[in-house]
Each structure stands twice: as structure tokens, then as C-alpha cells.
């Protein structure tokens, strides 16, 4: 089993003690403002919990990713920005630039998460008009751009069924080469993962559908020739014991205003996404229940859209439950908690140092973590 890398995420549409409801077509906003100067604490604290890069997302729903990660760069030392775009709302020759321009500046510290994008009306609101299986096939040609931009020293030609570009060369190539993340349950979006992607992304399941997933993508780069990294994209609330988690768990189901889990709901029904659909169906909208597999709680999916699961437990359990996934192949978890700045502390000083002492992470910043005496670093 390899080292596992961590990553934390950048709540740009408000940060709570309690779920925060929308996302993915419906809008969003906790009652903690998502300040420049909130997102700079933020990303200290991931910074400083061995956290290698943060994960911000992309709609109408929340901040511009990339303004708001460069705004970032510069308060930071090594924290690497996973940065959301959607291909086709801009050109792909811009956005291979605009990916150089950020290596150069940040000093090689950019990410792509590659996000085709499952609600036609947010769609539609950006001027895009293509059906699902359209937009997978233009992600297709645009990555097909923009790497062939990160690596040619000659002009290239392209000419798809969505995307053209003539005598397109860039007068700086990034250096690295962005990692590109991308995620996709629905059959259109295997072939794309399995030809692009560097590190395909799901969220989470139980562990028997993670790796069912896992091997479809497999066998699809495989017979691409290629070998893909695996991502797990869930929350976390991780606490001394287990039940003290649990209360939190469930001080955060009893939060939820009356009738938000019925127009959440509602909204995500007309989602396109998969991905969406399998999240939906862990919970059906019930609130009883909700812990369809050891430590793996579904009620965040109640109130909000895209990853909906959590891990639930004592920091032992929740090192446990990320080993059992490390197992069947992911390597790079991004994770998220309410409220990110405090749930970064309670994970990065809880859970981390379990992890490195069982020889599955370190530190990417600097050596060893643990000191002397601190309350989480009792052996089991």
C-alpha cells in the first residue's frame, strides 16, 4: 500500500456549525461568511495539519475557483490548490494557459478537478445547452486539447464535434504538468477518466460499490495502457470516542431546518448526475438509518448536493475505515467537515497521526508530527 496524501476542501459559499444546505444547481450560504480572510485561516490550518492541497468548488453556487485560490498563493507556503473547472465554458487553449500562468506563479501548486457538470439548468444558466452524453464527449476533446497545449512545441490543429482550435501553441508550457482530477459514474464518463485522468475521483460508498467502480475504471485504462491513481472525495467527523462523534452526527441532523431535506431533495431530483442518483439512494430522504455501513453516515447528503456520506467515529475507527479504503486502491482522500476550520484541527491532530504511525502517511511539509504527550498519540 502506498503513502496516502490528504486533502482538505474550501467551503467559498460560507462555512457552519451546521449542515449547510444546497450545492449542485441550488444555491448555498452558511452563516459564517466565506471571507478572504476566513479562507486564509482555512488554509493555514490545512497547511499546518499536513493537509497537501484543498480541494474549491465550481458553480453558481459559490465562489470562482480560480481567482480565489490565486488570492491564496500568496499567504501559503506549500498548500497545493485543487482547483474545479468545467470544460466547455471556456476555451480549452485559455484554460491550458491560464493553468501555466498558475504553475509559474504558485510555484507548481496547482490541481484540476475536471467537473463535466450534471444539472442542466446551472448548465443551462452558463450558456450551455448540450445533453449529458454531449457534455462527456466535449470533456473528451477538451482535455484532448489542453494536454496536447501542456506538451507541444509546435502549433496543433483539432477538430471534434464540440471543440475546434487552429495553429494553438502556448508560449509557456506548466511545469509540472497539472495533475487532472475527474470523477464520473455514468458510462459516458468511464472512457474519459480511463484516457485523461491522473486520478479518477469517487465519492463515498460502501466499500463493495467503491470497488466495483474502481475495477470498471480500471479495465477501462487499462485498455488504454495506462495505470490511474484513486481518489475518495467524503466528509469527516472524527472525536476521542466514538460517541461523542455520533452526538455530533446527530446534533447535525437535528440542526436541519423544517422542510430543508424536502427542497433539497427536490432540486437534486432533477439532477442528471449518477453520481448524485447512488448518493440519493443511500439515504431516500429518510432520517432513521442512516448508517449503511461501519462508521458511514449518509445524512449530509440529506441537505446537500454531491458528496452526501461521512465517516462517523473515534479517531482509531475513522484511521481504520480510511485503511480499509486505502486498501482496495485509493491513495488520495479529499475531506471536508462542519465546521472546516475547527473539523481540521479535530481530523489533522486526531486521525494523521494514527495514520503515520501505521507507516501509511507522513507529513509533506516537515518530519514527524506527533509530540510528546499529546492526548492523540496514545497507542491502541
Known sequence: MSTLSFHWFLPTYGDSRGLVAGGHGSFMSGNRPASLRYLNQLAAAAEDNGFEGVLTPTGAWCEDAWL??????????????????????????????MAATYQRHSRGRLLLNVVTGGEPREQQAYGDFLDKNQRYAR??????????????????????????????????RPDPIPPVFFGGSSPAAGPVAARYADTYLTWGEPLDAVGEKLEWIRGLAAGQGRVLDYGLRIHVIS????????????????????GEIERVQASLAQSESEGQRRMAALHNGRTDGLEIAPNLWAGVGLVRGGAG????????????????????????FILSGYPHLEEAYWFGEGVLPILERRGLWSHPNRGAVIPAGTPFAATS
Open 68 to 97: 480565489t485560490t490565486a488570492m491564496l498563493v500568496e499567504t501559503t507556503e506549500t498548500l497545493k490548490f485543487l482547483v474545479a473547472l468545467r470544460p466547455g465554458l471556456v476555451s480549452p487553449t485559455l484554460t491550458a494557459q
Open 309 to 332: 456520506t461521512a465517516l462517523v467515529g473515534s479517531h482509531e475507527e475513522v484511521a481504520d475505515r480510511l485503511t480499509e479504503y486505502a486498501e482496495l486502491g485509493i491513495d488520495q
Open 239 to 258: 472525536r476521542d470516542t466514538s460517541a461523542e462523534a455520533w452526538a455530533e452526527a446527530d446534533k447535525l441532523l437535528s440542526g436541519i431546518a423544517p
Open 139 to 172: 470533456t473528451g476533446e477538451f482535455l484532448d486539447v489542453v494536454r496536447s497545449l501542456w506538451t507541444s512545441t509546435e502549433p496543433i490543429d483539432f477538430e471534434g464535434e464540440h471543440l475546434r482550435v487552429r495553429q494553438a501553441l502556448l508560449s509557456s
